[in-house]
């Protein structure tokens, strides 16, 4: 079991041996249905025709499936059209990226596929690419789950439904022919050390998440001195201190010259004041070529404490920098040996993007742009800036990946 | 030269022109006299070496930094309108519609040689607290060029409260227009010279935006601003300054509200009053249009026009808002003297005839002393490319 395999729940509407046809030759090689009762044949034609067929409800070994919501834009509980708005007036964005990235860190053996249902009785080609390329992009699958409208339309062979179908199939596709990604380690400017044992912990992730900044999990448990390689700023948002041993390597990180963010419960704050200690909500204080951020007040509001990450640690150090992009997801990776990178953004709105373009830091000076539509690296326009490649985008839909090389 | 007046100048100047029916004939009296100053205009092809030179010899052509800001607190509003992650296509911010970092660097190099005993750079950026730093990092700026570029530099975000532990009411000499005073960030006041870095562009509810429309994000948005707060001003800013604009409430019931709150609604209305009720509450004493590179078609990537970034080459400075303005106008091919109906004003009123109107300062070319390059010389024809675009954009319906 790998991440080869594209998975997919079997429709309710999909009674008939023929309904089988429909995924035969597609990117789907995973169906998840009930082996037994009417859709027995169905089971038994699609083992036979070489695809993993796994009971509902059943947990496959080497797959962790993780709940998730429906990716993109949240739009207005009225049943409206109208977006609605973040704590900034920004849309409000529901991603899994950052789910799938825990439960990797969590699990570190086995494959991840999030489970989320389509919320609307008939959801657009654009959604169904958001969802698929929500999940992988940072390595994980999305359990293909058709709306009714879809599937009932795809039996009768309508043109609308089959077009999403084509649609999200080559998105499913050019995910499952990537493997060379997965050996890409996540670039990272801010890491979250905790033990994720707390929904207060995990939206933390998922609002550093959608700050676009680059972060690292790093459990408590492995909380060793070179999992902060690289990091300009740590957060510790757990109310629990951590045990002596990882508080030291904290406070060596932080006299290194990084910067932690930690709540007032972390305990004792060695140093002194620092010059800039002016903040409303933290206590800045020195030590050694750092800088350690104590909240005044604990840490209860991960919106809150995402966005000040982002400043106290400034946008000077972010790895990323969009411009016209709209609500993005990205991830930033490398290969192992520094000489490659890739950025991977999903682009939430329908329209998808025009006229964006992406300040990546890092020692590159080659960019080629993958879309689902053109599954070929294509040359595209970038500018040299010190530490810095900018790469100007086409008008782009739902994804885009940027391959950099040295 | 120096004819921006200070707030108590203009209280002595203008108090019997405040009320009633004498109003309109102490407005045509006021602009008949209103002051007529140099204004400095040069080529600057782009922001290379060529322009610290070129700035300098502007502002001695226009009397000197010295005499305005040596031994002084100098305050500059430079405009940063719009989020940094919103572009014309591909362009940088400060190409088409920032205020570009050398200039504003260069001005606070010749300031701080000039002898300028502190200069702090003001701007309410958009929607946020956050320091004008973390806004410029955004646009891929480097702040430290500008803080490394004179002395005692620093920057404000005045979009709020800021520093300060209360707001500063800043009163309209004559009464006003739309507001009869503001209720701004401490740093409009704690200062004993104003300067105005603008960016050479249309707008699209304004006509133009120059040296006195940039003042118009004084206003903090904690007051002004979508998210204001009923009461008292909200602690963070958020959204736009639809208050002002679209006149849809008040502001916060502790700064002052607008005069006539039946007045019209329509922002081609208020916008321009409001602008020129901000410039005579907080006098700016040095303009600046930064022409270099900019667009055409608005203010911002945000309007629904054709954009063009265009590279004009010009730079204007003078020690009068409204005459500094009134030339840029000119250099971009506009009639200053043009009323509500002809271009750039097809839908508002003119900032400038209100703004002559009330005294601050002519509009007509033929009462300034252009210092420099002619304006005929250095023209670019923003007015040429508004009647083709719009005449394109008829065709196309």
């Known amino acids: 079991m790998t991440a080869e395999w594209t998975p997919m729940r079997w429709p309710a509407a999909w009674k008939s041996l023929s309904s089988f046809d429909l995924v035969r030759g597609t990117a789907v090689n995973c169906l998840i249905l009930d082996k037994g009762g009417d859709l027995a044949a169905v089971a038994a034609r699609a083992a036979e025709a070489g695809f993993e067929v796994i009971d509902p409800g059943s947990q496959p070994p080497g797959i962790k499936t993780v709940k998730g919501l429906w990716p993109g834009i949240r739009l207005s509980r009225s049943g409206s059209n109208d977006v609605t708005a973040g704590p900034t007036g920004e849309p409000w964005v529901d991603s899994n990226g950052w789910r799938v990235r825990l439960a990797q860190a969590l699990n570190p053996s086995v494959n991840i596929w999030v489970d989320a249902m389509p919320q609307n009785a008939r959801l657009s080609p654009e959604a169904y690419v958001i969802a698929i390329a929500d999940s992988a992009a940072p390595g994980g699958r999305w359990i293909i789950s058709l ?49 994720f044992a707390t929904l207060q912990s995990e939206e933390v992730l998922n609002l550093v998440a959608r700050s676009n900044q680059q972060f690292r999990i790093i459990l408590k448990t492995a909380a060793g001195n070179s999992a902060f390689e690289g990091l300009r700023a740590l957060i510790y948002p757990d109310v629990e201190p951590p045990s002596p041993a990882t508080r030291e390597r904290i406070l060596v990180f932080v006299r290194q010259g990084g910067l932690l963010i930690a709540g007032p419960t972390w305990g004792d704050a060695p140093g002194s004041t620092a010059a800039s200690a002016d903040h409303p909500r933290y206590a800045l204080r020195t030590l050694g070529k750092g800088t350690l951020a104590i909240a005044k007040e604990n840490l209860n509001d991960p919106y809150l404490l995402a966005n000040d990450a982002v400043m106290l640690m400034s946008h000077r150090y972010e790895l990323l920098r969009l411009w016209n992009s709209g609500a993005v997801s990205t991830y930033y990776s490398a290969a192992p040996s520094q000489d490659r990178g890739l950025v991977q953004i999903i682009f939430f709105a329908r329209s998808g993007a025009s006229s964006a373009a992406v300040r990546i830091v890092g020692p590159f000076r080659k960019a080629h742009l993958l879309t689902i539509d053109r599954n070929d690296p294509s040359a595209v326009p970038f500018e040299l800036q010190k530490g810095a490649i900018e790469v100007h985008l086409p008008a782009v839909s739902q994804y885009a990946a940027i391959e950099l090389a040295i | ?267 081609t209305y208020r916008v321009p009053r409001t602008i020129v009720d901000l410039v005579s509450a907080r006098p700016i004493h040095l303009a600046i249009v930064d022409g270099i590179k900019t667009m055409t078609g608005g203010e911002g990537p945000w309007i629904r026009e054709k954009l063009t970034g265009v590279n004009p080459g010009i730079l204007v400075a003078g020690t009068n808002c409204v005459n500094t303005d009134a030339v840029a106008m000119g250099l971009m091919g506009f009639d200053p003297m043009a009323d509500r109906g002809t271009p750039p004003f097809e839908r508002c009123d003119s900032t400038l005839r209100l703004a002559e109107d009330v005294g601050l300062g002519t509009r007509d070319l033929k009462r300034i002393e252009v210092i420099g390059t002619p304006i005929k010389d250095a023209m670019f024809d923003f007015a040429a490319i508004r009647r083709e675009r719009r005449a394109a954009a008829i065709a196309r319906i």
């Not at chain 2, 989020?83 to 300031?111: C, F, K, N, Q, S």
């Not at chain 2, 208050?243 to 916060?252: D, E, F």
């Open chain 1, 147 to 195: 709306d009714d409208k879809l599937a009932a339309g795809l039996l009768d062979h309508e043109p609308q439904a089959v077009e999403t179908w084509r649609r999200l199939n080559a998105a499913a596709r050019f995910f499952g022919s990537r493997k060379g990604w997965a050996d890409y380690v996540p670039e990272a400017v801010l890491g979250v050390v905790s033990d």
């Open chain 2, 1 to 267: 030269m120096h004819s921006c007046h200070t707030r108590r100048e203009w209280l002595a100047k203008t108090a019997a022109a405040v009320s009633g029916g004498y109003r309109a004939s102490a407005s045509k009296l006021l602009a008949a006299k209103a002051p007529a100053t140099s204004v400095a205009v040069a080529r600057c092809k782009d922001y290379g070496p060529e322009l610290l030179p070129t700035l300098g010899r502007m502002f001695d052509q226009i009397g000197g930094l010295g005499r305005l800001v040596k031994g002084k607190t100098v305050a500059i509003k430079i405009n940063l309108t719009g989020a940094p992650t919103y572009r014309v296509g591909y362009l940088r911010l400060e190409d088409t519609h920032y205020t570009h970092p050398r200039v504003i660097a260069a001005t606070v190099h010749l300031m701080s040689q000039a002898g300028a005993r502190r200069i702090r750079l003001l701007e309410s950026p958009w929607s946020t607290a956050d320091p004008v730093e973390e806004y410029m990092l955004q646009a891929n700026w480097e702040p430290r060029d500008i803080l490394s570029a004179g002395a005692n530099v620093e920057f404000e975000n005045t979009n709020y409260l800021g520093k300060a532990k209360k707001y500063s009411r800043l009163v309209v000499p004559y009464g006003g227009l739309m507001f009869p005073a503001f209720d701004l960030n401490h740093s409009y006041e704690d200062c004993d010279v104003f300067v105005s870095i603008a960016k050479m562009k249309e707008h699209a509810t304004a006509g133009v935006t120059l040296s006195m429309k940039n003042c118009f994000g004084i206003t903090p948005a904690t007051i002004y601003g979508t998210g204001a707060g009923i009461d008292e001003p909200s602690i963070l800013p958020k959204g736009g300054r639809t208050t002002v604009h679209a006149g849809n409430r008040q502001p916060s019931k502790s700064a002052p509200p607008e005069i006539d709150s039946k007045s019209p609604r329509q922002d």
